[in-house]
Nanobody, 126 residues
Framework: QVQLVESGGGLVQAGGSLRLSCAASGRTITGYPMGWFRQAPGKEREFVAI????????DYADSVKGRFTMRREDAKNTVYLQMNKLKPEDTAAYYCASRRKWHSSWSRFHAEYDFWGQGTQVTVSS
């Protein structure tokens, strides 16, 4: 059973930074694309960042490009999301996700992800 556990969320002032972590167990992350998504109250879950199974440059939502950085550290079975210059509109629950199929393509669509963490709350005050 694949388990993803996010951590690192919290309350921060606008302009501040947080680093989210997603630790996987039950399966290696090597060979699988990994994604970060977020969901604010009353809104649909939205894509934040994804990284291919092969690594390389992640793909980012326009709203976070230039402020957020995603990386994967396969040796630790963990992915990270460094969030800088946070804005109040970044407030949401942040989720880590992975796909079931080995070497599957990356995707911005949350419905195409099979495994999810429980989420970590990020609150940015103005």
């Amino acid at each position: 059973q694949v388990q993803l556990v996010e951590s690192g969320g919290g309350l921060v002032q606008a302009g501040g930074s947080l680093r989210l972590s997603c630790a996987a167990s039950g399966r290696t992350i090597t060979g699988y694309p990994m994604g970060w998504f977020r969901q604010a109250p009353g809104k649909e879950r939205e894509f934040v960042a994804i990284i291919a199974w092969s690594g390389g440059s992640p793909d980012y939502a326009d709203s976070v490009k230039g402020r957020f950085t995603m990386r994967r550290e396969d040796a630790k079975n963990t992915v990270y999301l460094q969030m800088n210059k946070l804005k109040p509109e970044d407030t949401a629950a942040y989720y880590c996700a992975s796909r079931r199929k080995w070497h599957s393509s990356w995707s911005r669509f949350h419905a195409e992800y099979d495994f999810w963490g429980q989420g970590t709350q990020v609150t940015v005050s103005s």
